[in-house]
């Protein structure tokens, strides 16, 4: 397993005003215990006097509320941590004037908020615009497994003179035929990624990490996305996405043998790069659903789109969601059960040289769209060692001929280099900026 293992903190009181009603809070590691993604956090904890907003008696903080994910780790947190509720992502541009020092001073006060606002403490001290005091938007909320992942894009080397620093893994993704990519929603020096079980407790981190950039850095895009809250359902389940599909059911798992060589950039290969160790790269894309496409097609046809059940994720070829697909096996008609076209097939690492990722996403919905159709979709987040070996061939291929290409739009796209996890007192590309 890679990263922190899970641990509990019981009855630690939090002392700091904003959560005294909370008795317990319960502390997991990068590699979350639930697995990689979809899976929702067990039951627990428990504490006294949190305040009811209806007449009913007052409820026991849960463990969504109360549960802590590490900052500090070999890798960064929300990577392999479960999905969360509600997720912001945020890219920035170095203001002009802005170089090395100056990320490297946003990066350690970057830093500093996260791992306090992790921990479930208020925000004060260092904000950057001056304003001392926290805004109390996620006062009387418990941590709820807020995690802050930050990113470096392939520009933020240039402008910060570390040109010779930027791995080969930054360059520009190519070009697919699918894409309709909007160029001020794509990219950015420094990508931030934010999800929290409780809304409020996320757009606290959003407001904190934009006012923390301060003069350095501003805003280029930002995005919001949502998954199945934890606890909606009667027992831990792989998440859904907004076509209704079982989604992060082939997703590599954090106990798999291979799971750190795949997601995990190594050490040791070149000095120059050796500042990545541990961390990932991050591959986004805003991809829009076409729902109203999607909704006419038939179940049956849907199924076959994607080569998997959609009651319960089950492939196509018979099982339960969890059995592997048999990507030979025929109906009595002679036809492949999981159809040559469908996208579980097509992206399936044993028919891509073993390209694999771990897929991370967020659904959003923006509204009604010009052409008023849903704007809709995933904010598809993918993590692996290396791009070329896990998101570049495995889009190329379904680029030529996935069936469900033609219910989608790229919209949007970035590439990001994540550091490793921050060590005690270091922070967040330290290694990067100050070596
Ligand atoms: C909105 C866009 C997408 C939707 C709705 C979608 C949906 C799905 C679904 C329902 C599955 C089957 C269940 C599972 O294993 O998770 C799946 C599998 C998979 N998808 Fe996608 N997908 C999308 C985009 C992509 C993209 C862009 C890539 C990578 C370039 C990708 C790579 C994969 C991989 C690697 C698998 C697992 C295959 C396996 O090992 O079984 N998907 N996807």
């Known amino acids: 397993m890679s990263g922190n293992s899970a641990s509990n903190k019981s009855d630690k009181s939090r002392g700091n005003g904003r959560a005294g009603a909370i008795s317990r809070r319960r502390l997991i ?210 998440a859904r996405n907004l076509m209704g599909q079982v989604d992060g059911t082939g997703n590599p798992k954090p106990a798999d043998s291979d799971f750190d060589k795949r997601i995990f950039v190594p050490g040791g290969r070149d000095a120059a790069y050796d500042w990545l160790a541990g961390g990932s790269y991050a591959v986004v894309r805003r991809i829009r659903m076409l729902l109203d496409d999607w909704e006419k097609l038939p179940v049956g046809q849907q199924e076959r789109v994607i080569g998997r059940r959609k009651s319960d994720g089950a492939p196509l070829s018979g099982g339960t969601e969890t059995t592997a697909m048999d990507l030979d096996k025929v109906g009595s008609d002679g036809k492949l059960l999981i159809p040559d076209n469908a996208h579980a097939r097509i992206s399936a690492p044993e028919r891509n040289s073993g390209a694999a990722m771990l897929r991370r996403p967020f659904s959003y919905h923006d509204g009604i769209a010009a052409d008023g159709t849903p704007d809709a979709g995933l904010l598809f987040i993918c993590w692996q060692a290396d791009p070329l070996r896990g998101f570049v061939p495995v889009q190329r291929k379904l680029d030529r001929g996935d069936a469900l290409s033609p219910f989608l739009r790229h919209e949007a796209s970035g590439l990001f280099a994540v550091p490793g996890g921050a060590a005690a007192g270091e922070y967040v590309g330290q290694r990067l900026l100050e070596s």
């Not at 504490?47 to 026991?60: E, I, L, M, Q, S």
């Not at 479960?82 to 970057?110: I, N, S, T, Y």
């Not at 615009?129 to 933020?156: E, M, N, R």
């Not at 934009?210 to 003069?215: D, F, M, N, P």
Request: charged share 15%.
């Open 29 to 238: 590691g990068t590699a979350g215990t639930a697995g990689a993604t979809g899976l929702v956090l067990g039951a627990a904890g428990g504490a006294t006097g949190y305040a009811a907003t209806r007449d009913d008696p007052p409820t026991a903080l849960t463990s969504v509320g109360s549960t802590e994910v590490m900052f500090h780790g070999k890798h960064q947190p929300g990577i392999t941590t479960p999905l969360q509720a509600c997720g912001h992502l945020v890219a920035f541009d170095l203001a002009a004037g802005a170089g090395r020092k100056e990320a490297a001073a946003l990066m350690r006060r970057w830093s500093a908020a996260a791992q306090r606002l992790m921990a479930g403490e208020p925000a004060t001290g260092s904000a950057a615009d001056g304003s001392a005091h926290d805004t109390g938007i996620a006062l009387d909320a418990g941590p709820s497994s807020l995690t802050v992942t930050f990113g470096f894009g392939a520009t933020f080397f240039e402008r910060t003179g570390l040109a010779s620093r930027r791995p080969p893994g930054l360059d520009p993704l190519p070009p697919f035929s699918s894409d309709h990519l909007d160029a001020g929603r794509s990219n950015g020096d420094l990508w931030v990624q934010i999800g929290a079980d409780d809304a409020l407790v996320a757009f606290h981190a959003l407001r904190t990490v934009q006012k923390e950039a301060g003069s350095t850095a501003t805003v280029r895009w930002q995005m919001n996305g949502f998954n199945r809250t934890p606890g909606a359902t009667a027992r831990p389940m792989t």
